[in-house]
């Protein structure tokens, strides 16, 4: 189906796209019911943080429109990926685009070349039915690993993101904070689209979800804006952060914000403030978390961006501040060139 510019969405054929006798390869627009299990077990993330999601029913949900490739090992399943079709801002045009998530592999069969199959065969099957557009997604900084295998693959890396803690011990109300409205979806995408002019991978047309949103009102005037979804992940591993986890026990403060076995937080999208009042974007912040019950949340940008050198320097973060991580955004771009352009870093696919 084409949108009003002739822009199409990806369309992806279902079926088997690679064998070899033992390892099979195929894409559905199901997914596998096998799949939530799988999540569920394996261990994220790097040599710098390592979690399980507690809820991953409630991530996979919100990949609308995703599809899945199944990875078996004769009739075995042994891993599955996520493609999220869409239509993406591109150099200042609309084009097809693919969000690759959930790439994982039975934790018992990782660091067997299996994970290289699984990149490799999946990329050549997107160049194949996608001759124009962008495919995309986001590896940790030190999954050196998962990098490596991207890279022999193919994909390039595009932008650098940070991820973001921010924190309040007691979060207190806010006055003027309020859900947004559903008729008002259209006034925050317009909003949006200003504010990130000259940003990349822009899809708020499709990615902003107004039961999400909240926004801050000041004189009967907007002031900010955000998308805040639920998280709770249990902490396995922190790595050379790890005396954090040894520490939470003794310190009273930390205790209060982190639970490494049930880790709750908000993830901040679609972050938008007036230029004039930047700071107003911290009380939303705080306000969406009294709100919403909780202490935490986290947010990511490109490094590049000038809307996050603003918004840093308009508020304090917290006392979770110096623990940010890292992400590369890998990417294959199918006859378009680098921009160089910061990207925008929304990962649902609406």
């Not at 799988?38 to 390592?50: A, F, K």
């Not at 039915?129 to 890279?151: H, K, M, Y």
């Not at 822009?202 to 009967?220: K, N, Y």
Request: with cysteine; aromatic share 12%; net charge positive.
């Amino acid at each position: 189906m084409a949108g009003e510019d002739g822009v199409a969405l990806p369309k992806l054929p279902e079926g088997v796209f690679f064998d070899d006798g033992e390892l099979t390869l195929s894409y559905s627009e199901q997914e596998p019911p096998w799949a939530e299990g799988l999540y569920r077990q394996v261990v994220w993330g790097t040599r710098g943080l390592r979690y399980r999601l507690l809820e991953p029913r409630v991530m996979l949900d919100a990949l609308q429109r995703s599809g899945w490739v199944t990875f078996l090992r004769q009739t075995t399943p042994i891993g599955a990926y996520g493609l999220v079709p869409g239509i993406r801002s591109w150099n200042g045009e609309r084009v097809p685009a693919i969000y690759r998530t959930f790439l994982a592999l039975r934790p018992e069969l990782t660091g067997r070349s299996l994970g290289r199959v699984l990149v490799a065969e999946t990329r050549r099957f997107l160049q194949e039915q996608l001759p124009r557009g962008v495919v995309f997604g986001f590896i940790e900084d030190d999954n050196t690993a998962s990098l490596a295998i991207s890279r022999r693959a193919g994909y390039v890396p595009i932008a650098s993101v940070v991820a973001e803690n921010y924190a309040v011990l007691r979060p207190a109300a806010v006055a003027g904070v309020r859900r947004l409205e559903a008729q008002e979806r259209e006034r925050l995408q317009d909003c949006l689209e200003t504010l990130y002019a000259g940003h990349d991978l822009t899809d708020f047309d499709q990615s902003v979800v107004p039961e999400q949103c909240w926004v801050l009102e000041r004189g009967g005037v907007w002031v900010a804006a955000l998308q805040a979804e639920r998280r709770r992940f249990e902490l396995v591993d922190l790595g050379y952060r790890g005396w954090l986890k040894r520490a939470v026990p003794w310190i009273p403060v930390v205790r209060q914000l982190v639970d490494p076995r049930d880790y709750r937080f908000l993830w901040y999208q679609h972050l938008w403030f007036r230029e004039d009042q930047p700071g107003a974007i911290f009380d939303l912040m705080q306000g969406v978390l009294y709100a919403m019950g909780h202490r935490l949340a986290n947010l990511q940008f490109d490094r590049r961006s000038p809307v996050y050198a603003r918004w840093r320097r308009s508020g304090r973060l917290g006392p979770l501040a110096v623990f940010r991580n890292g992400f590369q955004v890998m990417a294959d771009l199918r006859d378009l060139a680098p921009t160089g352009r910061p990207i925008l870093c929304t990962t649902r696919g609406a």
